[in-house]
């Protein structure tokens, strides 16, 4: 089969639909996802193709959607959930962290959460403060979750796959800013990208740039304008926060032995913090710059487009953070 | 419903005289610093509330708790010894000593655990009963409530989205009367508790005498029934913790109110109800004491010679690894 060309939501909706038709135990819920066909359209159509039983939709409760999910997929279902946006899921923390991300250490692996939690994430679109976060760093801070978050539409086919597949609970957020983008995406319905496993999107030997989700446009736009500079850029994608790909960082550095980490979520505690601190602490002995971070400016949001537009990352301010190491 | 002959009623004394005997042996050994953290909710004063209301389901259906979970682990079927094992944290514990005492748990019982957040087992419930009604299955799950989780989110959320859903599960509530210091009337605008049912239009069971099992047994079962053919209820059982609200609990005076509860201590009430209705019992039920007691001691021995957790066991089960 061919690779098609399609935007992010319906290499999404392919992916899900798929693994609805493979298993019996996947079920999506979450607030609109039936009736209304998904608020940012991913699962539409599923609510006439998989009835009611299977397309949940849920009353604005996020709590329990994360929660619920938490108790069906512990007794063997493999719940889909959606939280609308990442801000909504800061009302299921408690059900992500201290309960998927726990039980099955907590009960020494009597039970297993095999849920996904699927979240719109992302900023620039003057949704304001509340409504303008990429906080999965947060989530990644916890051992027991995995946290993928793609950056093409071929990625979020395999990646989403491999979530719904993995016996692990997966927080999975898909950049808002690139649900219409196309890219071409494998028709085959057992194209499954492994959990945890970066991508070379880019081939450089001068600079790596570290990034994902968003953070990828970026830094892809970025590389393309320095190369005609004659400045050669290899772009990491990491795809997986959790786990962590530091193996594929380690050897795109030792190759050019300096480094930008690219991306949308806020600078203090961020994967910016976390990719430098690996690199200091394991790489040392091939560090010839310091490590530079580009990422959202550490202010709340704001609605005005001229200021807010100032607060986010651009391939400018990509290129301008390889110029000063470089 | 089946009727309660004197083995069911003796099999309920034997599971509440052993709860006891084993909270207070926590108690003791918390003292002696043999249980150790900051973290021990005993059950003692709610027996009848857990033994009756376990009572009433079948194998396959399907219990959860909150924090306060020894005597539902053990009225459910769990081994006193890999319960004190874990009390002690060691890895024969029912939850390889990583739990503690607010994280017994038990797959083989269809005891999917103590959780330690208030009101975060709650939408846990309804994720369990609603694979069974995905599935087509008729079990139900019993879902402990304190008091105190009945003010927050979880709450709410959690028995609205069983009310959504038709979903299969009995909500009980332990209402003993304190969210941790709290009195429920200082805490719940509505202090019948069992009256929220209304507000999510579920069925109302009403209140129960929580320290008389037969009545616990009795009301549990018609719920049960119900939410197996129908969907969700509410029921709210009035009992106390003799032993506050936990070993890190600050003392506080209410010798009066627990000198009333232990009137109607649960056990003797039952202790009662069979000298009334069968003769010559008493010796009976002395055999069922010194077989419990035991039983627990036997529990702590096994505990106390069990091996602690090792490296391995911190750095296992983080993620399932195939």
């Not at chain 1, 939280?83 to 297993?112: E, P, W």
Request: aromatic share 8%; hydrophobic share 40%; glycine share 8%.
């Amino acid at each position: 089969m061919a690779d098609k060309n399609m935007p992010m939501r319906e290499a999404l909706r392919m992916a899900l639909r798929e693994e609805m038709i493979r298993d019996e135990r996947v079920f999506v819920m979450g607030e609109e996802v039936g009736a209304w066909q998904g608020t940012h359209r991913v699962t539409r159509g599923f609510l006439e193709e998989f009835g009611e039983k299977r397309v949940r939709d849920t009353p604005i409760s996020e709590m329990a959607i994360a929660g619920a999910a938490v108790g069906a997929a512990m007794a063997g279902l493999r719940p889909v959930a959606e939280i609308m946006t990442i801000n909504f899921a800061f009302l299921s923390l408690d059900a992500i962290i201290n309960h998927a991300a726990k039980i099955h250490y907590m009960f020494n692996g009597q039970f297993r959460v095999p849920m996904v939690i699927r979240a719109a994430s992302g900023w620039g679109d003057q949704a304001t403060a509340t409504h303008s976060h990429t906080p999965e760093p947060i989530f990644a801070h916890f051992p027991g979750l995995y946290v993928g978050c793609p950056a093409t539409p071929r990625d979020a086919k395999g990646m989403l796959k491999a979530a719904i597949r993995d016996d692990n609970p997966v927080l999975f957020t898909e950049s808002i800013a690139l649900y219409p983008k196309p890219g071409l995406v494998p028709e085959e319905d057992d194209f499954v990208l492994p959990i945890g496993k970066a991508d070379i999107k880019r081939e450089g030997r001068h600079v790596t740039l570290v990034t994902y989700a968003r953070g990828v446009e970026w830094s892809l736009q970025a590389a393309e304008q320095l190369a005609k500079e004659g400045v050669e850029c290899e772009v990491v994608d990491l795809r997986w926060l959790r786990p962590l790909d530091t193996a594929t960082v380690f050897e795109s550095f030792q190759k050019t032995n300096r480094c930008v980490v690219v991306e949308e979520s806020l600078p203090y505690y961020s994967v910016g913090s976390e990719i430098a601190a690996q690199l200091q602490e394991h790489m040392f002995d091939y560090m010839d710059a310091p490590v530079k971070r580009v990422s959202a400016m550490d202010v709340p949001l704001p609605y005005a487009r001229e200021i807010e537009l100032m607060a986010l990352p651009n391939a400018q301010k990509v290129v301008d953070a390889v110029r000063e190491i470089i | 419903m089946a009727e309660i002959d004197k083995p069911m009623l003796l099999e309920w004394y034997r599971q509440m005289f052993l709860i006891r005997q084993f909270e207070n042996q926590c108690d003791v050994l918390y003292k002696e610093k043999k249980i150790t953290g900051v973290y021990m909710h005993l059950y003692s004063g709610l027996e009848a509330t857990g033994v009756g209301a376990v009572a009433a389901l079948r194998p396959s259906d399907h219990v959860i708790t909150a924090y306060r979970d020894h005597g539902i682990a053990l009225a459910r079927g769990m081994d006193p010894k890999v319960a004190m094992a874990e009390m002690m944290g060691k890895r024969t514990g029912c939850s390889g000593g990583k739990g503690g005492s607010m994280h017994l748990a038990s797959r083989e019982h269809n005891f999917w655990g103590g959780y330690a957040i208030v009101g975060g087992h709650l939408p846990l419930a309804a994720g369990i009963a609603l694979e069974s009604r995905y599935n087509g299955k008729d079990d139900v799950v019993l879902s402990f409530i304190g008091d105190g989780a009945t003010n927050n989110g979880y709450f709410h959320e959690a028995v609205n989205l069983s009310a959504v859903w038709d979903l299969p599960v009995v909500w009980l509530i332990e209402n003993n009367g304190y969210g941790m210091g709290t009195p429920v009337e200082v805490a719940s605008g509505q202090p019948e508790l069992h009256k929220r049912a209304v507000a999510y239009g579920i069925k109302d069971m009403g209140r129960v005498d929580g320290q008389n099992v037969v009545d616990v047994y009795n009301v549990v079962t018609k719920a049960v029934e119900y939410a197996r053919k129908k969907g969700p209820v509410l029921i709210e059982s009035l009992t106390y913790r003799y032993k506050g609200h936990g070993v890190s609990d600050r003392s506080y005076d209410k010798l009066a109110e627990l000198r009333d509860w232990q009137q109607k201590d649960p056990i003797l009430v039952l202790q009662d109800y069979l000298c009334k209705h069968f003769e010559c019992i008493e010796e009976e039920l002395k055999d069922i004491e010194r077989a419990e007691m035991a039983a627990v001691h036997a529990a702590v021995e096994f505990a106390e010679d069990s091996e602690a957790p090792t490296y391995d066991d911190l750095i296992s089960h983080v993620y399932v690894e195939e």
